[in-house]
């Protein structure tokens, strides 16, 4: 499975903007590709990361379930739910900053992200510290070339990004991130049916809970670092991820046209670029999980 490819559906990083004061729906200025990517600074500044899924378009195809879901709307579900989802993790990364100021400064102090760090309570004390702030400090580094044909081209430091094959789109509400699907579904791991569409919903409100079972241990103050406290809510996240990207997987798997690789008795693969990772096959999924994690952001690197 592509992480790359789940995730941005994922994570990766719903709804059509809030107000910024009362009920009243904040206005954006999405009407030029610059424009776009400078609101999805603002919307962090702003202390909205919800509305971060609003920026990515997800083409939908023509088509109805056959419980009367269209798979447009089945898309909307998933980004309502990673928005929701977005602002938890928003609400929890203030309530740490606020318990552990001086570790998380510290933190911060180091640079990078958490894409650059290596184990897993070293990566989840960096998403922990500040989720949101690479795309505000980093709105520099970030270019997007309007190409005149209703795309534009988009570069991080002057490099294409993924190669070239993630680009903004001109829509009807301004111009957004589009996700490559035709792409993706090419290669065999991206949502075709209503099951899927709903497992990877289910996901985001997993995530979601996870992150509400962490806030109250943080506010009952059960860690005396910021370390305990980022590891104790990347094992809470990780545990409710895990067995709904095994779901999903399984799925993948018991479709003759997606079957990838075999992994052994009581496995599957996920497919990384030209790496075929077994998962579950060894009897150790975590560490199987965590092996292609760090292939998979070795490649994202490249």
């Given at each position: ?35 776009a990517l ?68 510290a ?59 993630l ?127 760090d292939?998979?952001?070795r490649?994202?690197?490249?």
């Amino acid at each position: 499975m592509r992480m790359r490819a789940l995730i941005p559906v994922l994570a990766l990083a719903a709804t059509v903007a809030l107000g910024l004061g009362g009920c009243r729906k904040p206005r954006y200025d999405t009407s030029t590709p610059q424009a776009a990517l400078d609101a999805m600074a603002q919307m962090v500044r702003d202390g909205r990361p919800e509305l971060l899924p609003t920026m990515l378009d997800i083409e939908a195809r023509d088509i109805t379930f056959p419980d009367g879901v269209t798979e447009a709307s089945a898309i909307n579900d998933v980004k309502l739910k990673a928005g929701d989802m977005l602002a938890r993790l928003w609400k929890v990364s203030r309530a740490l900053q606020a318990r552990f100021p001086k570790e998380v400064e510290a933190e911060l102090a180091k640079g990078g992200s958490w894409a650059t760090r290596s184990g897993f309570g070293d990566v989840f004390t960096s998403v922990m510290s500040d989720p949101f702030g690479w795309l505000d400090a980093n709105r520099s580094r970030l270019e997007a070339e309007d190409l005149g044909d209703g795309t534009a081209a988009f570069s991080l430091d002057g490099k294409p990004v993924l190669g070239g094959t993630l680009t903004m789109r001109e829509t009807a509400d301004g111009w957004r991130v589009a996700i490559p699907v035709e792409l993706i579904r090419s290669s065999g791991y991206f949502p075709d049916t209503r099951e899927e569409w709903a497992v990877l919903a289910y996901l985001m409100l997993a995530v979601e809970n996870a992150i509400r079972d962490f806030d109250n241990e943080l506010g009952d103050g059960k860690f005396k670092s910021l370390a305990a406290a980022s590891e104790r809510a990347g094992r809470l996240i990780a545990e409710s991820a895990v067995a709904q990207v095994v779901i999903f997987a399984m799925m993948q798997q018991n479709d003759p046209a997606k079957a990838g690789a075999a992994a052994g008795p009581g496995g599957f693969t996920i497919k990384a670029g030209n790496a075929e990772i077994p998962i579950g096959s060894t009897g150790d999924v975590g560490r199987d999980m965590g092996n292609a994690g760090d292939i998979m952001r070795r490649q994202a690197e490249q």
